[in-house]
């Protein structure tokens, strides 16, 4: 077939505007490359994510010790977040054991 308005030949099959999609786009064998892929990000996540919640954590610490050091009056309000953030901490552990 001889190419129309540039270099790339035209197939016989190209999709035209207006006509519905093929239903299977993507490949049979690509689906098992793509579940390969879906697990191996779950695998990822699972070991970096802790330890960027860990970091954030660390940072947000000692922030919070510095404004302590600076503005003693306002240990009230840290201690209270410390509190709350390690009831979170247990609560996250209650729900995940269950």
Do not use: K, W
């Amino acid at each position: 077939m001889a190419p129309q308005g540039g270099s790339r030949p035209v197939s016989r099959d190209a999709h035209r505007p207006g006509d519905p999609l093929p239903r299977e786009i993507v490949p049979p064998e690509a689906a098992a490359v793509n579940e390969a892929f879906a697990a191996e990000t779950r695998r990822v996540m699972v070991r970096r994510v802790p330890l960027g919640v860990l970091c954030f954590i660390g940072i947000v610490a000692v922030a919070g010790l510095m404004e302590v050091s600076y503005y003693p009056d306002r240990f009230g309000a840290f201690g209270v977040s410390l509190f709350l953030g390690r009831r979170a901490i247990e609560r996250r552990e209650y729900v995940l054991e269950q």
